[in-house]
């Protein structure tokens, strides 16, 4: 039960974006991010969208490197807060002024050397990337 709890809040990231393509399940998105791919439910190209990033999907690095990865979403971004939790941390990094959220644990942050102010590179699954209907476009 505490399980189902902490996964109910885990910390999204949430921008809005436009359909630019769509392959099969996966949508292609262009958002403040730059270009998104995620799963989406029967969106065409032109449609405006909510791309939700869960925190938990989202893997840093201290580089941006060529190596080969499942993770369709890559991107740069630079620390931005830090707050620690008793064994896991919330990591805020800014991507194109875009407040994206990480869960890591003290390891990985101290294998990291995590600090504000520093540049990290951060990947996601386009299949943890939910792409749904804007419902409020203002």
Request: proline share 3%.
């Amino acid at each position: 039960e505490s399980v189902l709890a902490t996964a109910a809040n885990v910390p999204e990231t949430v921008v809005r974006g436009t359909v630019t393509e769509t392959h099969g399940e996966l949508a292609a998105v262009d958002t403040p991010l730059g270009t998104v791919q995620g799963v989406h439910d029967d969106r065409v190209a032109g449609d405006p969208v909510q791309v939700r990033i869960g925190a938990d999907a989202v893997t840093l690095y201290d580089d941006v490197g060529t190596e080969a990865t499942s993770a369709r979403n890559r991107r740069q971004g630079t620390v931005t807060a830090i707050d620690a939790g008793e064994t896991v941390l919330t990591v805020t990094l800014a991507v194109e002024g875009v407040p994206v959220q990480a869960l890591v644990t003290g390891e990985s942050a101290s294998l990291l050397d995590l600090a504000e102010g520093q540049d990290v590179a951060l990947t996601w699954k386009a299949t943890a990337t939910r792409v749904t209907r804007e419902t409020d476009r203002t």
